[in-house]
């Protein structure tokens, strides 16, 4: 079906004339008309794509491909929310960075896809568009905050897209529905234009990249939005590749569980399982082999950095609150309430000593990197699960039957995020349950291709996209 052909496929096919946009467009669009009301994932319709089908450029980069982007991309026209219902009105007058590249090469943006409130969940659901549901089981989370993304991938309603990730937000997705997905080497994709009203700034650790189905299509969407915003226009990236390498010349590291966020035995078996394919290719693995640091240093790390950068947000009203309830605190509260009060609230001369931190992590990674050219981990440490939308205090995530805290995932996420470094999600098939099962292949800053690279020729080893039983 070609709905669910890779995008570099469809490009193929554009160029060559063998369909025209304007057909594929119209494929998307049906499909889109007959799943919505079950899955909920594109929120947006442009309504000048058509328009945009019968001027495309076959000779362009992507020839007319319809693709969406994350609802958060400013996208002339278009609201951009991000779930927030006071912004509801908030329509973009200008692109995104990423949306202007993309545009540019000849992408049709037709859609925009669902996101949670203020891209703040690892569920998509909010006031204005309502909830996506993971088209491998209606009644569960497709992940968020790119969960609209993710979920559109998997019911082939585009072609491609674009999603941003700070705890997750493209690769735990990516997981919950059985796609690719690719979080960039931190500002190696631009962010501006993915960020609330009148914010310039890069946010800390947060990044955009692509998602899609198959590895091709990452590399295709990085060669289009990869390069400096024009503040850094003296500058340019040559992002080392594998050169031909093949699975078994590969020196591969493997964090499969941990005590600071345990996973499922299914997820750790999805992990043992793309690392035994490594071994049988004839790559060295070690499943010992680690960072010169523990995970509660780097988990610590990453939780202060994200808790002051997310607090930077809030009203000034609500932040005093914080900061009044943070001066109340005795010295030897060491409650995670606590932790997160002072995280909020610390002064520069904290966050300072936190970014002093974080650069010794980010060392400690480049020296393991000397010795090891991926490591593989999981995202997350269940499989998709059932909508729950009860106050986040409430929340757990059932592990095997241990409720663990709903949060404390996180650690997956914030493994390579803290230290800026990319992550390539690769698909690994489904459990018992018939629910897809995604581990991250992590590389060294700036070896965005090594790890599209190893999943490249993963996919080609059988890691590779199924579409859905009821949406194919």
């Known amino acids: 079906m070609v709905a669910f052909k890779s995008a570099t496929e469809l490009v193929a096919m554009l160029r ?20 919505h009301a079950t899955v909920n994932a594109i929120i947006w319709q442009n309504e000048h794509a058509e328009s945009a089908a019968e001027n495309a450029d076959p000779s362009s980069a992507l020839a007319g491909l319809p693709m969406t982007v994350k609802e958060a991309y400013n996208l002339v026209g278009s609201p951009t929310t991000w779930g927030i219902p006071s912004l509801r009105n908030n329509l973009s007058t200008s692109d995104a960075v990423a949306v202007e590249r993309l545009r540019r090469a000849g992408a049709n943006i037709f859609g925009k896809t669902n996101v949670p409130i203020n891209l703040g969940d690892f569920q998509s659901y909010n006031d204005i568009y309502g909830t996506t549901n993971n088209p491998w089981g209606l009644d569960r989370t497709p992940g968020g905050s790119s969960g609209g993304s993710a979920a559109a991938l998997a019911a082939g309603l585009t072609a491609l897209e674009m999603g941003s990730d700070i705890g997750g937000s493209i690769r735990n997705p990516a997981h919950y529905c059985g796609v690719f997905g690719h979080k960039p080497t931190y500002m190696l994709v631009p962010q501006r234009g993915h960020a609330p009203p009148g914010i310039l700034s890069e946010a800390d650790i947060a990044v955009v990249g692509p998602m899609a189905r198959s590895a091709a299509d990452l590399d295709l969407a990085l060669d289009i939005v990869a390069a400096p915003d024009r503040l850094h226009a003296g500058l340019s990236y040559t992002l080392p590749r594998l050169d031909g390498r093949a699975l078994g010349d590969l020196k591969v590291a493997v964090w499969a569980n941990d005590d600071a966020a345990p996973v499922s035995a299914d997820t750790e078996r999805a992990v043992f399982k793309v690392s035994d394919a490594l071994k049988r290719a004839g790559a060295s693995v070690n499943a010992d082999a680690r960072p010169a640091f523990t995970s509660h240093e780097s988990h610590a790390i990453y939780e202060n950095l994200l808790g002051a950068f997310l607090s930077s947000a809030l009203p000034d009203e609500a932040f005093a609150d914080l900061k009044a309830q943070a001066l109340n605190l005795a010295p030897n509260d060491a409650r995670p309430g606590a932790a997160a009060l002072r995280a909020q609230t610390m002064d520069h001369r904290g966050w300072v000593g936190m970014n002093e931190a974080r650069e010794r992590l980010r060392w400690a990674w480049r020296e393991f990197f000397d010795h090891h050219d ?93 579409p859905p039983p009821d949406f194919s």
Do not use: C
């Open 16 to 35: 060559a004339r063998k369909i025209s946009p304007g057909e594929l467009l119209a494929e998307y669009r049906a499909r889109g008309r007959r799943h």
């Open 374 to 466: 991926i490591l593989l981990a999981p995202i997350t440490a269940t499989a998709a699960f059932q909508h729950d939308h009860r106050p986040m205090g409430e929340r757990t995530i059932d592990v095997d039957g241990m409720p663990q805290p709903y949060f404390q995932q996180l650690f997956w996420a914030g493994l390579s995020g803290v230290a800026y470094l990319p992550s390539t999600v690769i698909p690994t098939g489904v459990n018992a349950a018939g629910l897809p099962i995604g581990i991250q292949i992590i590389g060294p800053a700036y070896g965005d291709r090594i790890t599209i690279g190893v999943a490249r020729l993963l996919e080609a080893e059988g890691f590779a996209f199924t």
